[in-house]
């Protein structure tokens, strides 16, 4: 894991966490909006970093990287954690296990539900077949996956990482997205969250896990749905809609 900071550290932190085979430069506009206001640290998880190989070992891996990040940086508390996709499920498990502080917990597409073993072993294929064809510079391949899942600008940021990216790490983190749940825990500290998620293609566990985390935190949860968009299409396309919503709710409007 390597971090990347900007900002100055005066103000509040903010932690925003990435996807799967998406780079940390997708959270540049973000960057941009927040860094005045906050001290902005954006994660290059592992299997992500383009310096270096590096290996996915474990969703509770990544989560003690960060908690301890904190506690070294922060003394044990961040203003804000957000995570999209697999990085919300990890920040959603850094506010599970309670070792950090977070006063505000937001979530874009957090698959937090338990998925089919069918969709494990069909996602684990089909992210496989894509970076594999990626290291290939396979054209229809590139093409599809700028189209439909990352804005081509960060294109080369992902090749870098995609190109020293191992199967194990691929079948680990699709492991830990169908393999895990929702942990229920007291929320001590009173954090507020956020979940937001679209309502086509593969939110349906997104929808699932917005509707269990209001069951369990009715009083903390504010559920943002996001109608006709796909999975954390307004954080990559649309990073201005994405910012205006998370700074409203973080000014508890």
């Not at 290996?55 to 960060?66: H, L, N, Q, R, T």
Request: proline content about 4%.
């Amino acid at each position: 894991m390597k971090f990347h900071e900007s900002g100055d550290r005066k103000h509040k932190p903010m932690i925003l966490m990435h996807g799967v085979l998406t780079p940390w430069q997708i959270w540049q506009p973000q960057i941009d909006f927040f860094k005045d206001n906050y001290y902005v640290v954006v994660p290059a998880l592992d299997a992500h970093i383009e310096e270096e190989k590096s290996e996915f070992v474990s969703i509770e891996e990544e989560a003690e990287k960060i908690e301890e990040y904190v506690n070294n940086e922060f003394g044990g508390r961040v203003y804000a954690l957000c995570g999209l996709s697999m990085g919300g499920k990890i920040a959603n498990r850094i506010f599970e296990r309670r070792n950090i502080k977070i006063d505000n917990l937001v979530l874009d597409g957090a698959p937090l539900v338990k998925g089919s073993a069918i969709a494990k072993v069909f996602m684990t294929r089909s992210y496989k077949l894509i970076v594999r064809k990626s290291k290939q510079r396979d054209k229809k391949t590139l093409e599809n996956f700028k189209r439909d899942f990352l804005p081509e600008k960060y294109l080369e940021s992902y090749l870098q990482f995609a190109d020293t990216m191992s199967d194990t790490s691929i079948e680990n983190m699709i492991g830990c997205v169908c393999n895990t749940g929702i942990s229920p825990c007291e929320n001590q500290n009173g954090t507020k969250i956020l979940f937001m998620h679209g309502t086509k293609g593969n939110e349906v566990y997104s929808v699932k896990s917005a509707r269990k985390m209001k069951k369990l935190y009715p009083s903390s949860v504010t559920v943002q749905r996001f109608d006709g968009c796909k999975h954390c299409e307004i954080a990559l396309y649309y990073p201005e809609k994405w910012c205006g919503t998370v700074e409203r709710f973080l000014n508890g409007e």
